[in-house]
Nanobody
């Protein structure tokens, strides 16, 4: 079992930066992938970024490439999402997700993740 707790959300102005954190506990040694997804009001949950826990290989959605950076600190059992140049369309609830299986499916697929956090809200005003 893996437990995830997000933090760092809040209110920002367009162009600002925010850093989200995801604290991971439980069977961390089993982790394969960890990722960030978001859900805006009235919209479906969408992939933001993810990485392979052990080697740090990353994947990003096209709409955050060059603005967001995903990283992890294995010693601190934490994952981060550095969000720069925020836009109003980045407003959403951001969820941390984790998987403990290996798959040929892309890290952007929500179905590969067994564990989800409760979400942290990010509001960007223009």
């Amino acid at each position: 079992q893996v437990y995830l707790v997000e933090s760092g959300g809040g209110l920002a102005q367009a162009g600002d930066s925010l850093r989200l954190s995801c604290a991971v506990s439980g069977s961390v040694f089993k982790l394969s992938y960890v990722g960030w997804f978001r859900q805006a009001p009235g919209k479906a949950r969408e992939f933001v970024a993810a990485l392979v826990w052990n080697d740090g290989s990353t994947s990003y959605s096209n709409f955050v490439k060059g603005r967001f950076t995903v990283s992890r600190d294995i010693a601190k059992k934490s994952m981060y999402l550095q969000m720069n140049s925020l836009k109003s369309e980045d407003t959403a609830v951001y969820y941390c997700a984790a998987a403990d299986i290996w798959t040929n499916d892309p890290m952007s697929r929500p179905g590969i993740y067994q564990y989800w956090g409760q979400g942290t809200e990010v509001t960007v005003s223009s």
